[in-house]
């Protein structure tokens, strides 16, 4: 317990102090701000909003605003991002907290597959990898939750088939819950294994429980947990939706052209488009990604190559790679197949989706780590010519870790180097990336007396992902609204519906100069 607790603290002020000597964390991917409006949603009491009479001014990617004004994702991220939003003023609170969790839970994980000090090290080492310098921690687009998640079912699984308590059946519960509210496709994945190898040993091994025991500790408290979750997952469907079936991911999806999550879906229909960017995202550069991965074995296998790339230099790169050597030699361990069978299991099903980013398989990032340190361990025994050889390799790997975040610091005078704020497009400098350009617009009206209202206008060569058009949950009562840019006439609607506010206008185009001056009322009947 003083392992776990211990890896947790060192992730919550490790990440917390890069945000705050480095750079405090923006906004800048689609998601991050439909996150954060989940989020702002729930910090104040509510599931979801009501549509504003002026929404097809604040439509944006990935927010759903018929026939309610929400994130169009679970939510899982949204609830621990509000929980930092209540309880520390800021939603990059719950992302530190999210984030000790995690790296509390994988410890918690390796402690029951692992010996304590290798789990103790298996947890220091994620915080050196992940916990730190990583857009897990230093953004809100997520990952943690389904880490959680993840780390929970394989570390509950083991505790079961030991010691089949009300407990460690509910941490599975818990485990399953955090999946679903999160990563469901990723997370069902991941669980099928897991449930699998939990049904055959309850109802096969020789070590079973009796049915009576199986029942009490096991099935009824899992499943009661997993009922009050499947209800609150179906009443906040409805909420958002209307109906208790059509997630709002699925309901947003649809309104933009049904928009195929996985490759054997078809392409997306043609529907009409508000505004030009958002036409131009879904018809054009969505369109040119699906495409990019179907067509032909030869184009898909590619579209493969290049996810399975990205993962490895995400997860693994190559300091982690070098202990993966001696995996042949581990291929007897019933467990470490266990955890190879799931993790290909995961890497399969992601290999269908239409995108795949890091922190799509996060659910099992605790098996690579169990594996990594199995390998370690390993190594650690070897000796050439009498000499603890094996242990120098060992004990390289977390001080290389360490090296590679405080090296650069020294030698490099942009911290920027170690986190884009841009998933897309890495700038030369923060203060040239269009997220600190919004921020600090964005800082200087709220600084300002009274409330405001943007007219956001694009320029046709406007790089869609570089979206302003994003507003708090509560519109009206908001500081400061950004609003696109549409007719005269339509503009002049949104002008009279908001006539105590103060009206900018902002053009912009994918140089760092914009133009910001007073909206022309006087334009306006």
């Not at 964390?25 to 689609?30: N, V």
């Not at 604040?58 to 994130?71: A, K």
């Not at 899992?222 to 939706?241: D, R």
């Not at 992601?350 to 990032?365: C, N, Q, R």
Request: some cysteine; hydrophobic content about 50%; aromatic content about 16%.
């Amino acid at each position: 317990r003083l392992a776990v607790f211990l890896v947790g603290l060192l992730a919550f002020v490790g990440s917390a102090l890069v945000s705050l000597l480095f750079y405090f964390p923006i906004p800048s991917a689609h998601d991050e701000f439909g996150y954060l409006l989940s989020a702002d949603t729930f910090a104040h009491g509510r599931l979801t909003n009501p549509t504003h009479p002026m929404w097809i001014h604040f439509e944006s990617f990935h927010i759903l605003h018929q026939p309610t004004y929400n994130s169009k994702y679970f939510p899982g991220q949204g609830l621990i991002l509000a929980l930092g939003q209540v309880l520390g003023g800021h939603p990059i609170v719950g992302v530190w907290l999210s984030m000790s969790l995690a790296c509390a839970a994988v410890c918690w994980m390796l402690q029951a597959w692992l010996p304590s000090r290798w789990a103790f090290l298996g947890g220091l080492l994620m915080i050196l990898k992940l916990g730190l310098f990583s857009y897990w921690s230093q953004s809100y687009w997520g990952g943690c939750i389904p880490t959680i998640g993840g780390a929970l079912i394989f570390g509950a699984v083991r505790r079961i088939t030991r010691t089949p308590t009300v407990s460690n059946s509910l941490w599975l519960a818990l485990g399953l819950s955090a999946l679903v509210s999160s990563r469901p496709f990723e997370g069902l994945i991941i669980s099928l294994p897991v449930l699998a190898f939990l049904f055959f040993w309850l109802l096969f091994s020789k070590k079973r429980p009796i049915l009576k025991l199986t029942f009490q500790q096991v099935i009824v408290p899992m499943s009661l947990f997993l009922l009050v979750v499947g209800l609150f997952i179906g009443y906040y469907n409805f909420v958002v939706t209307g109906s208790v079936w059509i997630l709002p991911y699925r309901a947003y999806e649809s309104m933009y052209g049904k928009l195929p999550v996985f490759l054997w879906e078809q392409p997306p229909v043609e529907v009409s488009y508000n505004h030009a960017e958002m036409r131009y995202y879904y018809r054009g550069w969505f369109l040119t990604m699906y495409n990019l991965q179907t067509g032909s074995l030869t184009i898909y296998l590619k579209g493969c190559l290049e996810k399975l790339t990205s993962m490895w230099e995400f997860y693994l790169n190559w300091v982690f790679t070098i202990p993966l050597i001696v995996l042949p030699l581990l291929l007897k361990n019933r467990w470490i197949l266990f955890a190879l069978l799931s993790s290909l299991i995961l890497i399969l099903g992601m290999l269908l989706v239409v995108f795949s980013y890091g922190h799509f398989a996060a659910p099992g990032v605790c098996l690579l780590y169990y594996v990594v340190l199995q390998c370690m361990r390993r190594i650690y025994i070897w000796r050439w010519q009498n000499r603890p050889t094996g242990k120098l390799i060992v004990w390289s790997i977390p001080l290389y870790c360490i090296l590679l975040i405080f090296l650069p610091i020294t030698l490099r005078e942009d911290p920027f180097f170690f986190v884009t704020p841009s998933p897309w497009e890495p700038p030369k400098t923060l203060e040239s990336h269009w997220s600190f350009q919004r921020d600090a617009l964005l800082s200087r009206l709220k600084a300002e007396e009274g409330k405001h209202l943007v007219v956001v206008s694009y320029l046709p060569k406007h790089n869609a992902h570089n979206e302003w058009v994003y507003n708090e949950a509560d519109i009206d009562n908001a500081k400061v609204v950004w609003a696109r840019n549409m007719k005269a006439t339509q503009n002049c609607e949104l002008i009279k519906y908001f006539h105590d506010r103060k009206i900018w206008f902002l053009q912009i185009d994918d140089s760092p100069n914009l133009l910001f001056a007073p909206y022309p009322i006087d334009t306006c009947p």
